[in-house]
């Protein structure tokens, strides 16, 4: 594991596998989850088809920055100022976060990726997607959404269940409310058993665990507000994954989010909630494989175009053709043409 600062001064821990001369991936992690999160499995799968694999904590979780001095904000005024139309008073947005993420791909000499974000992260990606075409190759929105209006949310106890965070923040406390939770809002059709629920948690948690640090970037989920005029701008090859039995995000939102976006693919796996679990990585890697290699050879071509477009040579105008014309009557002016000699 390594680390890069932003020119905000923002560290942020990450990870790279794979080849660096490889096409990029890079995967954004969601809502107070940390890199650890995406399967390894998932990742060697996706190193092994050819693509170099970065990941990272963002900012506020795990072993980036832990941005304490912003305080506890409050989650009912930045709701209040999204329905009233005010601008949110925030520690951060989800475009400093995005941000975060153009400045990890420039300290590590990445002109261009593919993003793949999951929950939060899939809003980020999103964000990248639209205000920076030329350095996203594909786009890939797992569980996530563009959060429209009149659209179902998450359901009440889920979410009341995932604030009720235990006070005191210690060891075992904190465990046990990570292993509630993925059970809360896990996948009915892809289970992980007590053991595998427990060493996601104690991994976590022992690489960091900050109940502010979630907080704050809830608050930034809250005040980005509606993003449907965003997501008709990208213009990228998007594959849209969502789980039929989410809690968290509801399908429909899911939906929602690839019609907003352009020729989206869409794929609803049956029995998938809200995470990534190993029984589903299979799965997973197939859609992905299928989605970014398409995704690549369209980029390729892409780049071939503009290469050829540039090596063109421009097209003569009328004024360019009548001065060749002026220059070349002018030249034979003054040629000098010799005289036969004559003879004695």
Same mark, same amino acid.
């Given at each position: 594991?390594?680390?890069?600062?932003?020119?905000?001064?923002?560290?942020?821990?990450?990870?790279?596998?794979?080849?660096?001369?490889?096409?990029?991936?890079?995967?954004?992690?969601?809502?107070?989850?940390?890199?650890?999160?995406?399967?390894?499995?998932?990742?060697?799968?996706?190193?092994?088809?050819?693509?170099?694999?970065?990941?990272?904590?963002?900012?506020?979780?795990?072993?980036?920055?832990?941005?304490?001095?912003?305080?506890?904000?409050?989650?009912?005024?930045?709701?209040?100022?999204?329905?009233?139309?005010?601008?949110?008073?925030?520690?951060?947005?989800?475009?400093?976060?995005?941000?975060?993420?153009?400045?990890?791909?420039?300290?590590?000499?990445?002109?261009?990726?593919?993003?793949?974000?999951?929950?939060?992260?899939?809003?980020?990606?999103?964000?990248?997607?639209?205000?920076?075409?030329?350095?996203?190759?594909?786009?890939?929105?797992?569980?996530?959404?563009?959060?429209?209006?009149?659209?179902?949310?998450?359901?009440?106890?889920?979410?009341?269940?995932?604030?009720?965070?235990?006070?005191?923040?210690?060891?075992?406390?904190?465990?046990?409310?990570?292993?509630?939770?993925?059970?809360?809002?896990?996948?009915?059709?892809?289970?992980?058993?007590?053991?595998?629920?427990?060493?996601?948690?104690?991994?976590?948690?022992?690489?960091?665990?900050?109940?502010?640090?979630?907080?704050?970037?809830?608050?930034?989920?809250?005040?980005?507000?509606?993003?449907? $005029?965003? /997501?008709?701008?990208?213009? &990228? %090859?998007? !594959? *849209?994954?969502?789980? #039929?039995?989410?809690?968290?995000?509801?399908?429909?939102?899911?939906?929602?989010?690839?019609?907003?976006?352009?020729?989206?693919?869409?794929?609803?796996?049956?029995?998938?909630? $809200?995470? /990534?679990?190993?029984?589903? &990585? %299979?799965? !997973? *890697?197939?859609?992905? #494989?299928?989605?970014?290699?398409?995704?690549?050879?369209?980029?390729?071509?892409?780049?071939?175009?503009?290469?050829?477009?540039?090596?063109?040579?421009?097209?003569?105008?009328?004024?360019?053709?009548?001065?060749?014309?002026?220059?070349?009557?002018?030249?034979?002016?003054?040629?000098?043409?010799?005289?036969?000699?004559?003879?004695?």
């Amino acid at each position: 594991m390594s680390h890069i600062t932003t020119p905000k001064g923002i560290k942020l821990a990450y990870e790279r596998m794979g080849d660096p001369d490889n096409p990029t991936v890079i995967l954004i992690m969601g809502l107070g989850a940390q890199m650890r999160i995406w399967p390894d499995a998932l990742c060697y799968a996706l190193v092994d088809k050819g693509y170099q694999v970065v990941r990272f904590d963002n900012r506020d979780v795990g072993l980036s920055s832990q941005l304490d001095d912003h305080g506890n904000p409050s989650l009912l005024a930045a709701w209040l100022s999204t329905k009233l139309k005010r601008k949110a008073q925030v520690p951060y947005t989800l475009k400093d976060m995005a941000r975060d993420v153009l400045a990890l791909m420039d300290e590590l000499k990445i002109d261009s990726a593919h993003l793949v974000g999951a929950s939060m992260g899939g809003m980020i990606a999103q964000i990248l997607a639209a205000k920076h075409k030329k350095r996203v190759r594909s786009l890939t929105s797992i569980m996530s959404s563009n959060t429209s209006p009149g659209l179902p949310g998450a359901k009440l106890d889920v979410l009341l269940k995932l604030a009720r965070r235990p006070t005191p923040f210690n060891r075992e406390a904190a465990i046990r409310y990570t292993m509630r939770m993925n059970r809360l809002i896990g996948s009915p059709a892809y289970p992980m058993d007590e053991m595998e629920l427990r060493a996601l948690a104690e991994t976590s948690v022992e690489r960091s665990a900050s109940p502010t640090g979630f907080k704050r970037q809830l608050v930034a989920i809250t005040a980005a507000g509606d993003r449907s $005029h965003l /997501l008709k701008k990208i213009k &990228v %090859p998007t !594959l *849209v994954i969502h789980g #039929s039995d989410d809690p968290l995000i509801p399908a429909r939102m899911g939906e929602d989010t690839a019609a907003a976006i352009r020729k989206a693919k869409l794929k609803i796996i049956t029995g998938m909630g $809200h995470d /990534l679990p190993p029984l589903l &990585v %299979p799965k !997973l *890697v197939k859609l992905l #494989s299928k989605h970014l290699k398409k995704s690549e050879k369209r980029w390729h071509k892409k780049q071939q175009k503009a290469l050829e477009k540039r090596l063109q040579p421009a097209p003569q105008t009328d004024a360019d053709t009548a001065e060749s014309a002026e220059e070349l009557a002018a030249a034979n002016s003054a040629r000098v043409i010799p005289l036969p000699r004559q003879q004695a």
